[in-house]
C-alpha cells in the first residue's frame, strides 16, 4: 500500500468511516493497533471540538455544556475539517445552529458575530486613506473599504450577550431589541462601534460599488447620521481607494 493510501485510509478511519486501517499499522508502546487508531479518533474529535469552543464562548455559554458538546459533536461529524489551520475551522457553524435551532434567532446572529470577530482577528490590518486624503470626495465617486472590517445588522442584542460571555450572573437582556455592528480591526485590536441599520445599509451599497449619491439615495439611513457615519469611515481610515 502506498503511504497516500495508507494516509486517506486513516483520515477516514478517524472520522468514523471507511474500512479499519488497524491491519496496516504497526502500534507503539503497550497499545495495539485498533486502540492507537482510537486515541487519534478521539484526540480529533477533542481538538475540533475545543476549536469550536474558543471562537464560540457566547454560543457555548448560551447553550450550556451539555447541548455544547452535543452539537458540536453533530457538527465535527458532518462537518470535517478541511484545513491544516485550526482557525479556519467552524466558518459554517452559524447555519448550521440556524438548522438546529429554527425557533431561536439569537444563536444564528450570535454565532455570525463570534465567527466575524475571530475571522477580523486574523486578518491583516489595512490602514485606509488620511481624512485629508478623502478632500476630493464628490457625490459621483465609489468607494473601496479595506477588508479589515466586518457588519452585521442582528435581529437580538448580540454584542451585548458577547460582553456578558464570562459574567458569572448576568442581567436581563431584552432578546427583541436589535443590533447594528460595525466592526473594524485598528492597531492590533478589534474596534467596535454600535451603528444603526441605515449605516449598515449604506457601508453595504457602497462596498457593492454604488455611488455614493445612489447609495445614499437607496438606503435608509437618516440625514442625522449620514454625517456621523463619513466622519467615523474617515477617522478610522477604512477607505481604501476613491473612483471619481
Known sequence: M???ELQELLEQQI?????PVSTHIAPGGTLNASEAVTVYSRAYALRLTEALGEI????????????FFEVAADYIETHPSRSHNLSHYGSSFPDFLSARFPETELLKD?????WGFADLFHKPEETG???????GMTPAARIEF?????????????????????HPEPPELDFSQPEAIFACKKNGQIFIRESTSGELQLARLLREGKTIENALAESTITPAEVEGFFSFIAQA????????
Open 237 to 244: 481610515r477604512l477607505i481604501r481607494r476613491i473612483f471619481l
Open 56 to 67: 464560540y464562548e457566547a454560543v457555548w455559554r448560551v447553550l450550556g455544556d451539555e447541548t
Open 146 to 166: 479595506v477588508d479589515s472590517l466586518f457588519l452585521l445588522d442582528a435581529r437580538s442584542p448580540v454584542y451585548s450577550v458577547w460582553q456578558l460571555r464570562e
Open 15 to 19: 472520522l468514523g468511516k471507511g474500512d
Open 110 to 114: 450570535l454565532a455570525a458575530f463570534e
Open 129 to 135: 486613506l488620511e481624512a485629508t486624503e478623502l478632500a
Open 2 to 4: 502506498k503511504l497516500r
